[in-house]
T-cell receptor, first 113, second 116 residues
């Protein structure tokens, strides 16, 4: 089944403790992206990647890092999480065709206390 | 700045009645337009998209959307609502326009509540 897999689904952590949210897609998509969802704000892009070793900032990149060492994986790293990063996070991927939409993972609900 | 507006936080409709969830956008050029649905504790599921051509596009679960270029709108519609349609709906746009090719720009979302 074609899908985007995120782990973990739920995570509670403390301020300052480094964490990684993994994302993997099995569709051989070139584009991958991370979004965060906050009430009343919709989804906002954190980082995106156009291919292996090619990443760029989205609209809200502060406090986050990403890497794209393999085509299928695009982990999101929070080096020193803070409470304002409590949110629902989605990984997404799409094919390189101009009109394609994204396929989204099931989400990771992160709480930073 | 490029933006998407969903003017209603919540839409309430009785089962069996038609529903409309509104979306307008403000971007330069001719964007690609999308609707996604989010059920509780689930990710976003693709409903439909408009790229070019017929202004009325049909999608999953009996939904359709009407593109209106002059009003820069892309309203989601369904002729007969089901209780199971209750969910959070997001309108989104993507390039080609400056800064928009590599991301989806989302509206804030509209919660649809269908009552028996």
């Amino acid at each position: 089944e074609a899908q985007v897999t995120q782990n973990p689904r739920y995570l509670i952590t403390v301020t300052g403790k480094k964490l990684t949210v993994t994302c993997s897609q099995n569709m051989n998509h070139e584009y991958m992206s991370w979004y965060r969802q906050d009430p009343g704000l919709g989804l906002r892009q954190i980082y995106y990647s156009m291919n292996v070793e090619v990443t760029d900032k989205g609209d809200v990149p502060e406090g986050y890092k990403v890497s794209r060492k393999e085509k299928r994986n695009f982990p999101l790293i929070l080096e020193s999480p803070s409470p304002n990063q409590t949110s629902l996070y989605f990984c997404a991927s799409r094919d390189s065709g101009a009109a394609h939409g994204y396929t989204f993972g099931s989400g990771t609900r992160l709480t930073v206390v | 700045a490029q933006s998407v507006a969903q003017p209603e936080d919540q839409v309430n409709v009785a089962e069996g009645n038609p529903l409309t969830v509104k979306c307008t956008y403000s971007v330069s050029g001719n964007p690609y337009l999308f609707w996604y649905v989010q059920y509780p504790n689930r990710g976003l599921q693709f409903l439909l998209k408009y790229i070019t051509g017929d202004n009325l596009v049909k999608g999953s679960y009996g939904f359709e959307a009407e593109f209106n270029k002059s009003q820069t709108s892309f309203h989601l519609k369904k002729p007969s609502a089901l209780v199971s349609d209750s969910a959070l709906y997001f309108c989104a746009v993507r390039g080609p326009f400056s800064g928009g090719y590599n991301k989806l720009i989302f509206g804030a979302g509209t919660r649809l509540a269908v009552h028996p």
